[in-house]
C-alpha cells in the first residue's frame, strides 16, 4: 500500500475508532461505518482496524465477508437494492428493477464504469404493506414505481446527496388497521417500572407466570420460565447467594429486533411508534433477573430508526427511567445500548445474535450451555422478542390475570399480525390469540379471493382455502407475526422458489446438511422453473428436505424446507404442471453446453440425427 493510501484511511478511520474504544465487540460497528464512509471495506483498513483491537486480521476479514451489507469490492456511490421478498416481487419489483437499470445503463449486480452506481436485490427490507422497497445507501424507499424511478434516476444522475432526496421518496407509514390492548391503550413512560418497585421483582415475575406470557419471535417459551433460569444462573454459580457485590453479578437483556422473517414488519412499527413501551418491558426485565445492561439489536434494513431511537433512550435517562438509581430505587441501575446488524437473517437466531453483539460472525453456537446461563460475553443473557417485551411492561402495569383472560388457554394476550400480499388493506392487526385465519383475511380485504396464505414467513407453514377456519394460536397456527396472502392464479410454484432462494442466500454456511442442502434445493427449484424438471426432481426435494429437517444445526436449515414441501404438498399440481413427461433428466445440460461449439463449427446437421 502507498504512503499516502495509509494515511487516507488513517485519517477515515481514526475518529470511528476513537468513538467505538478499544473493545472487540464494536468490531461489527466500526466495519459499518467504514462501508458507509468509503463504499467498501479496504484491505488497508482491516490491517489497521486488526491492529487497533489487537485481534487477527483474519478475524476482522472474516466478519467484513460474513455480512451481506459489508463488501470487500467497491459498491456504487449510489448503492440501490430493492427488497426480493415475494410480496414485493408480485408488486412488481423484478420488472423496476430493470427499468432502473436501463435508465441508469448499469447491468443488475454490477457497478457501474464511473463507479457511480449499483443495483441488486436484498432480502425483505421489511416493508411489505408499502412495497415494492427498497434501500438507497442503506435507507428506506417505498412505493416504488416508474415516476419515482425516474425522479430517483434523476436525482443519482445530478449526484445529489442521499440526505437531500425528497422527504416523500422516505416516507414509512404505520399502517396500523386493528389495535388492541397493546396499541390501542398507551402506558405512560414510567408506569410499569412504578409497578414493578411497588410490587417487588419476585412478585412481578410471579405476575409474568399467572400471565402465561409466551415469547413473540415465534418459539413461544416461556417467559416467567427464561426470566427465573436468568436469574437463577448466577443465584447457582454464586453458591446460593445473589451477589450484587464482588464476584461478577452481570446478567444482560437482550431485544432481538432482527426481524428478519421476510413478510414481518410488526417489530418496526412498534419500534417507531412505541419505543418507550419497549424500553419500558426492557427495564422491567432488568429489575426481575437483575441485569444492568441491555441491548437492542436492530436489524441493519431499521437503521433509519436509530436517530430517534436514541433520542428515546436519551429522554428516559433524563426522566430517570433508564441509568443509576432508576425512579429513586437505590442500586436500581440500567441502562440500554443499540447495536446495529449489517444484512444477516441468522442473527435473529438467539446465539448467532449474541455472536454478532460480540462483534463476530453471526454462527449459531452449540447448546447447551443456552443463553440464560452463557449468553453476551458467557454471562446470563435474557434475549426476548421486541413485542414480548411491549406484553411485559403491559402486564407488570396491569397484572398477569388481566393479560392471562385474553386470548386462549395456551396463547394469552393478543398478536400482532404483519399482514401483506394479495389484501386491500395491507398493514398491523391486533388480535386476541384464537383469532381464525378467515378473520383476518375478511377484515384486511382479501376474503373470496385468496388462495393460500404463508403463516409466519418462508420458514413457517403454507395453508391452503380448505384451512382458513384455522386458528392463530400456539396450539394450532403458531406465528412469530407474518401473514402473506396470494390470491387464486398466483403461482406457489414462484413464492416456493423464492423462499428457497432466500434460505440459500442466508445459509451461514457453518454446517454442511444446511450449506450443501439450500443450494441443491435453489438448484432443483430453477431446473423446474425452466422446465427441465421431471418427476425425480420432486422426489429428491422431498429427501432433500428430511435431510434439512433432521440434520441442521439451527432452525434456520430445519425450517428451510418448510414452504417447498407445503406447497408440493398441498398445490402439487403447481410443481406437476412445470415437468417434463419423462421420468429423468441429469441437472447437467450436455446438450446445450454443446451447442455453442455445434454452431461454431457447423456441425448442426451432423449431430442432429444423434
Ligand atoms: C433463523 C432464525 C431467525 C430468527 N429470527 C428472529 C427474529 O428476527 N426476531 C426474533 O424475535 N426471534 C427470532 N428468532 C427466534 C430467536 O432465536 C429467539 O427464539 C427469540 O428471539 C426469543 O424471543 P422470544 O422468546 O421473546 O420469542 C429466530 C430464530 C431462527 C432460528
Ligand atoms: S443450519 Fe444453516 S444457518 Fe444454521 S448453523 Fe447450519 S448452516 Fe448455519
Excluded at 396472502?485 to 440459500?504: M, W
Aim: one cysteine or more; aromatic letters at 8%.
Amino acid at each position: 500500500m502507498q504512503q499516502s493510501e495509509f494515511s487516507d484511511i488513517s485519517r477515515m478511520l481514526t475518529p470511528i475508532l476513537a468513538r467505538h474504544g478499544g473493545d472487540a465487540s464494536r468490531l461489527l460497528q466500526v466495519l459499518r461505518e467504514v462501508q458507509d464512509a468509503c463504499h467498501t471495506i479496504p484491505s488497508g483498513a482491516i490491517d489497521q482496524i486488526a491492529a487497533h483491537f489487537d485481534v487477527p486480521r483474519v478475524n476482522v476479514e472474516g466478519v467484513a465477508g460474513f455480512y451481506s451489507f459489508l463488501s470487500s469490492q467497491p459498491v456504487g456511490e449510489y448503492q440501490m437494492l430493492f427488497s426480493n421478498n415475494i410480496t414485493d416481487q408480485m408488486l412488481g419489483k423484478d420488472e423496476l428493477m430493470q427499468y432502473l437499470c436501463n435508465k441508469l445503463w448499469v447491468e443488475q449486480g454490477r457497478v457501474s464504469e464511473d463507479g457511480l452506481v449499483s443495483v441488486g436485490s436484498t432480502s425483505c427490507t421489511g416493508m411489505c404493506d408499502q412495497g415494492p422497497a427498497a434501500l438507497i445507501n442503506g435507507w428506506p424507499l417505498t412505493n416504488l414505481d416508474q415516476n419515482r424511478l425516474d425522479l430517483i434516476s434523476e436525482l443519482i444522475r445530478a449526484r445529489k446527496p442521499v440526505a437531500e432526496w425528497p422527504p416523500m421518496l422516505f416516507e414509512v407509514v404505520d399502517n396500523i388497521r386493528r389495535s388492541d390492548v397493546l396499541l390501542g391503550e398507551p402506558l405512560a413512560p414510567g408506569a410499569a417500572i412504578g409497578a414493578v418497585l411497588a410490587r417487588g421483582a419476585k412478585e412481578t415475575l410471579a405476575e409474568m407466570d399467572k400471565a402465561n406470557l409466551r415469547g413473540r419471535g415465534g418459539a413461544g417459551f416461556k417467559v416467567a420460565s427464561k426470566w427465573s433460569f436468568c436469574h437463577a444462573a448466577i443465584v447457582e454459580e454464586e453458591g446460593g447467594v445473589i451477589c450484587d457485590v464482588g464476584g461478577n453479578p452481570e446478567r444482560y437483556m437482550v431485544c432481538n429486533a432482527d426481524e428478519g422473517e421476510p413478510g414481518t414488519f410488526k417489530d418496526r412499527v412498534l419500534l417507531t411508534s412505541y419505543a418507550d413501551l419497549v424500553f419500558e418491558g426492557m427495564t422491567v426485565g432488568a429489575r426481575v433477573v437483575g441485569a444492568s445492561k441491555g441491548f437492542l439489536y436492530l436489524r441493519g434494513e431499521y437503521r433509519y430508526l436509530l436517530e430517534k431511537l436514541e433520542e428515546v433512550l436519551q429522554k428516559r435517562r433524563e426522566a430517570g427511567l433508564l441509568g443509576n438509581n432508576i425512579l429513586g430505587q437505590a442500586g436500581f441501575s440500567f441502562d440500554i445500548e443499540i447495536h446495529l446488524g449489517a444484512g444477516a437473517y441468522i442473527c435473529g437466531e438467539e446465539s448467532a445474535l449474541i455472536e454478532s453483539l460480540e462483534g463476530k460472525r453471526g454462527r449459531p453456537r452449540n447448546r447447551p450451555p443456552f443463553p440464560v446461563t452463557s449468553g453476551y460475553k458467557g454471562r446470563p443473557t435474557v434475549v426476548d422478542n421486541v413485542e414480548t417485551f411491549a406484553c411485559a411492561a403491559k402486564i407488570a402495569e396491569k397484572g398477569g390475570a388481566w393479560f392471562g383472560a385474553m386470548g386462549t388457554a395456551q396463547s394469552t394476550g393478543t398478536k400482532l399480525l404483519s399482514v401483506s400480499g394479495d389484501v386491500a388493506r395491507p398493514g398491523i392487526y391486533e388480535y386476541p390469540f384464537g383469532v381464525t385465519v378467515r378473520q383476518v383475511l375478511e377484515d384486511s380485504g382479501a376474503e373470496g379471493r385468496s388462495y393460500a396464505v404463508q403463516v409466519s414467513g418462508p420458514s413457517g407453514t403454507t395453508i391452503s382455502w380448505k384451512e382458513f377456519e384455522r386458528k392463530i394460536a400456539f396450539e394450532d397456527l403458531p406465528t412469530a407475526g407474518a401473514l402473506m396472502v396470494f390470491r387464486r392464479k398466483r403461482d406457489l410454484f414462484q413464492a416456493a422458489r423464492n423462499f428457497a432462494d432466500f434460505f440459500a442466500h442466508e445459509s451461514c454456511g457453518f454446517c454442511t446438511p444446511c450449506r450443501v442442502g439450500t443450494e441443491l434445493q435453489k438448484k432443483i427449484m430453477g431446473k423446474i422453473a425452466s422446465g427441465h424438471g421431471t418427476a425425480s426432481d420432486l422426489e429428491e426435494l422431498k429427501r432433500l428436505g428430511h435431510i434439512l429437517k433432521t440434520m441442521s444445526h439451527c432452525g434456520l436449515g430445519s425450517s428451510a424446507a418448510n414452504p417447498v414441501l407445503d406447497i408440493l404438498e398441498k398445490f402439487p399440481d403447481m410443481f406437476e404442471s412445470k415437468l417434463k413427461a419423462y421420468a429423468f433428466e441429469p441437472a447437467f445440460d450436455l446438450d446445450g453446453a454443446l451447442e455453442t461449439a455445434r454452431t461454431i463449427t457447423g456441425r448442426d446437421d451432423e449431430w442432429a440425427h444423434l
